[in-house]
């Protein structure tokens, strides 16, 4: 009896604890799902999801039809792959060499500098980087040094995918790196004396010993990183873009941004962010299934 | 005599190669040296441009001549920044929104990832709501159908708007939820022999215990409303609604990208104040310098507790 009204007590706690967050999920992160009725219709503000007329996958094949659909994917598929391979590589990279540093308090030094870019937003970041790309920034200050001549860089077609892709590896390589130096660390130093004994050079240390004892940590992540092949970088795009790059640069995020929110076009924009959506979710969800399967990863 | 000279020769051989080997190695260790060295420095630059900049005659700046020291030193900047109440309004905005989400969803969260950080058969909706709570992780409706949700709710030009509109922070429950869960039962348990309810266990036992993962989310948490512009932009009807972030983007960073030719950008040069924008950069990056040292501290853990599950 004592035993039960205690359970009950303890159940009435835990849905109180649950409820804050449970009403904040359901109407800022559920309710809003219920708004992709609109890519089944031709949404009318005035008339409203109740009273709009419904068209069926009319939208989806009016996007698709779309010459800009098939550039700004491409741009996205482009821009995202890119930043999901140079991110491991790159940062990886970085801890290998990191790791040889021997003077600790230079090692520190380095990786306390290199974590900053990824704590500045990119409306700062894109601030400044847009003045040191300008026609009198830095960089053209530096290559007029070698004859080269100045350039917007960012409002350069040709070049601003791989700017947007080189600069948003160099924002996050710091932050990237710090779970491989901890797998690194995790590295028995017994291994690589063993080797040295054996008389192992170095680099063939790093081959056979390092690179195989952060291979699982790699993966992991690589994996886990599948779901990002459509996520291009909002934030990032929008601060850095003009309309002088779209050709080069648009991607699904900005474009259903401009569509939406700028043209109004409120039907049309919901379908692209649809796609983007359910594709993402799908690739989610098998990264999520391989990263079990292959590293036993579980998210609870 | 033969065997003397196999010997010397084997004996020079070696010393060769360990004269080599560490000839390559100090070449090696120059080298990374200066990749670290190059790679600190371009980290550092934006912060060291913008301070740079900001603290240049307004002539030199917007000339170019400011590279990688400040040129012609001026704190007429500053001094025109402390007249713009348009831009402390949105400082103040940031401030409020940043304090305030903060310590929502620190309080959320961790009454949240309690209940479900017990087994099923303590709390039998567990499993339902983390499968809820994981497909909000990774899917939603989209921009559009949020900003008409948002628009509904009557959030525009709201505080709340800028604090809930993100939606809950799925990713740091489920951190919570996995920490709590490492937390051994036995703490739990021996005070409710000592008669504590649940609300006790959890502040008084659950919480002291996950202070480091606590420490991260708030953190991150802080880092994540102080940078956050895009909500700003579409859930505010002007520019004196605008957080930081949005104010800059709109005020600095959309000058620099609309689609001029070149005869209107030296116009635009002319009229510009980099000098002035850069001020304005530099001092949204003050909290965030301020914060640093602590998030050196105990990001590298929230990282690893992100990351590295049984």
């Given at each position: 009896?004592r035993?039960s009204?205690?359970?009950?007590?303890?159940?009435?706690?835990?849905?109180?604890m649950?409820s804050?967050?449970?009403l904040w999920?359901i109407?800022?992160n559920?309710?809003?799902?219920?708004g992709?009725?609109m890519?089944?219709?031709d949404?009318?503000?005035g008339?409203?999801f109740l009273?709009?007329k419904?068209?069926?996958?009319?939208?989806?094949e009016?996007?698709f039809?779309?010459?800009?659909?098939?550039r700004?994917i491409?741009?996205?598929f482009?821009?995202?792959v890119?930043k999901?391979i140079?991110?491991?590589v790159?940062p990886?990279t970085?801890?290998?060499?990191l790791?040889?540093?021997?003077n600790l308090?230079?090692?520190?030094?380095?990786?306390t500098?290199?974590?900053?870019?990824?704590f500045?937003?990119w409306v700062?970041?894109?601030?400044?980087?847009?003045?040191?790309?300008?026609l009198?920034?830095?960089i053209?200050?530096?290559?007029?040094v070698?004859?080269?001549?100045?350039?917007?860089?960012?409002?350069?077609?040709v070049?601003?995918r791989?700017?947007?892709?080189?600069?948003?590896v160099w924002?996050?390589?710091?932050f990237?790196a710090?779970i491989?130096?901890?797998?690194l660390?995790?590295?028995?130093p017994?291994?690589?004396e063993a080797?040295?004994?054996?008389?192992?050079?170095k680099?063939k240390?790093?081959?056979h010993?390092?690179l195989?004892?952060?291979a699982?940590?790699?993966?992991?992540l690589?994996?886990l990183?599948l779901?990002?092949?459509?996520?291009?970088g909002f934030d990032q795009?929008?601060n850095?873009?003009?309309p002088l790059?779209y050709?080069?640069g648009?991607i699904?995020?900005t474009?259903?941004?401009?569509?939406?929110?700028?043209?109004?076009?409120?039907?049309l924009?919901?379908?692209a962010?649809?796609?983007k959506?359910?594709?993402?979710?799908?690739?989610v969800?098998t990264?999520?299934?391989?990263a079990?399967?292959v590293?036993d990863?579980k998210v609870? | 005599m033969?065997?003397?000279?196999e010997?010397?020769?084997a004996l020079?051989?070696?010393?060769d190669m360990?004269?080599s080997?560490t000839?390559g190695?100090r070449v090696?260790?120059?080298?990374?040296?200066?990749?670290?060295?190059i790679?600190?420095?371009?980290c550092?630059y934006?912060?060291w441009?913008?301070?740079?900049l900001?603290?240049s005659?307004?002539a030199a700046a917007?000339?170019g001549?400011?590279?990688?020291?400040p040129?012609?030193?001026?704190l007429d900047?500053?001094?025109?920044?402390m007249g713009?109440?348009?831009?402390?309004?949105?400082f103040?905005?940031?401030?409020?929104?940043?304090?305030?989400?903060t310590?929502v969803?620190?309080?959320?969260?961790i009454?949240?990832a309690y209940p479900l950080?017990?087994?099923?058969?303590e709390?039998k909706?567990?499993?339902?709501?983390?499968?809820?709570?994981?497909?909000c992780?990774?899917?939603?409706g989209?921009?559009?159908p949020?900003?008409?949700?948002?628009m509904k709710?009557?959030l525009?030009d709201?505080?709340?708007?800028l604090?809930?509109s993100?939606?809950?922070?799925?990713f740091n429950?489920?951190?919570?939820?996995?920490?709590y869960?490492?937390i051994p039962?036995?703490?739990?348990?021996?005070?409710?022999v000592?008669?504590a309810?649940?609300?006790?266990?959890?502040?008084r036992?659950?919480?002291?215990?996950s202070?480091?993962v606590?420490?991260t989310i708030i953190?991150?948490?802080?880092v994540?409303?102080w940078n956050e512009?895009?909500?700003?932009?579409?859930l505010?009807?002007g520019d004196t609604?605008?957080p930081?972030?949005?104010y800059i983007?709109q005020m600095?960073?959309n000058?620099q990208?609309?689609n001029l030719s070149m005869d209107?950008i030296?116009?635009l040069?002319?009229?510009s104040?980099?000098?002035l924008?850069?001020?304005?950069?530099f001092?949204a990056?003050?909290?965030?310098?301020v914060?640093?040292?602590?998030l050196q501290k105990y990001f590298?853990t929230?990282?690893?507790?992100?990351?590295?599950?049984?």
């Amino acid at each position: 009896m004592r035993q039960s009204k205690r359970k009950s007590r303890t159940m009435l706690s835990y849905h109180i604890m649950i409820s804050a967050g449970m009403l904040w999920l359901i109407f800022f992160n559920i309710v809003p799902m219920f708004g992709i009725v609109m890519a089944f219709q031709d949404f009318n503000p005035g008339l409203g999801f109740l009273h709009s007329k419904f068209v069926g996958l009319g939208n989806f094949e009016y996007l698709f039809s779309m010459s800009d659909s098939r550039r700004v994917i491409a741009n996205t598929f482009i821009i995202a792959v890119s930043k999901l391979i140079l991110n491991v590589v790159v940062p990886l990279t970085f801890a290998l060499l990191l790791n040889e540093v021997g003077n600790l308090k230079f090692k520190k030094a380095v990786q306390t500098v290199v974590y900053l870019p990824h704590f500045l937003s990119w409306v700062i970041l894109a601030s400044v980087l847009l003045q040191i790309f300008s026609l009198k920034g830095s960089i053209n200050g530096l290559l007029s040094v070698f004859g080269i001549e100045g350039k917007i860089w960012f409002s350069e077609d040709v070049y601003f995918r791989n700017l947007v892709i080189g600069s948003d590896v160099w924002k996050e390589f710091g932050f990237n790196a710090v779970i491989y130096l901890a797998a690194l660390t995790g590295i028995s130093p017994e291994l690589y004396e063993a080797a040295a004994i054996d008389g192992c050079g170095k680099l063939k240390s790093i081959w056979h010993i390092t690179l195989p004892g952060i291979a699982g940590t790699v993966v992991l992540l690589s994996v886990l990183g599948l779901g990002n092949v459509l996520n291009a970088g909002f934030d990032q795009v929008f601060n850095l873009y003009s309309p002088l790059v779209y050709s080069t640069g648009d991607i699904l995020d900005t474009w259903v941004f401009r569509m939406g929110l700028v043209d109004v076009q409120f039907s049309l924009a919901t379908t692209a962010g649809l796609f983007k959506s359910v594709i993402s979710f799908i690739l989610v969800v098998t990264s999520y299934l391989v990263a079990y399967k292959v590293a036993d990863y579980k998210v609870f | 005599m033969k065997e003397g000279k196999e010997k010397e020769l084997a004996l020079s051989f070696g010393e060769d190669m360990v004269i080599s080997r560490t000839k390559g190695r100090r070449v090696f260790v120059a080298a990374n040296t200066l990749i670290m060295i190059i790679l600190s420095l371009s980290c550092l630059y934006p912060l060291w441009y913008a301070l740079c900049l900001s603290i240049s005659d307004k002539a030199a700046a917007n000339s170019g001549a400011v590279t990688v020291w400040p040129v012609g030193f001026s704190l007429d900047s500053y001094q025109q920044i402390m007249g713009d109440w348009k831009f402390f309004n949105s400082f103040g905005i940031s401030v409020q929104r940043t304090v305030l989400g903060t310590i929502v969803t620190i309080f959320v969260l961790i009454m949240f990832a309690y209940p479900l950080s017990k087994p099923t058969s303590e709390y039998k909706y567990r499993d339902i709501i983390m499968w809820i709570v994981i497909f909000c992780m990774i899917f939603s409706g989209g921009t559009i159908p949020w900003y008409i949700t948002m628009m509904k709710y009557g959030l525009i030009d709201k505080i709340w708007g800028l604090v809930l509109s993100g939606g809950m922070p799925v990713f740091n429950l489920i951190l919570l939820v996995n920490f709590y869960r490492g937390i051994p039962k036995e703490l739990g348990e021996a005070a409710v022999v000592d008669g504590a309810d649940s609300w006790t266990i959890l502040f008084r036992i659950i919480v002291p215990c996950s202070i480091p993962v606590l420490a991260t989310i708030i953190l991150f948490t802080s880092v994540g409303y102080w940078n956050e512009f895009f909500q700003g932009l579409v859930l505010s009807s002007g520019d004196t609604h605008y957080p930081l972030q949005t104010y800059i983007k709109q005020m600095v960073v959309n000058v620099q990208t609309t689609n001029l030719s070149m005869d209107q950008i030296e116009k635009l040069d002319k009229l510009s104040n980099k000098s002035l924008d850069a001020a304005k950069v530099f001092i949204a990056m003050i909290p965030m310098l301020v914060v640093y040292p602590f998030l050196q501290k105990y990001f590298v853990t929230g990282i690893m507790l992100g990351a590295v599950k049984e």
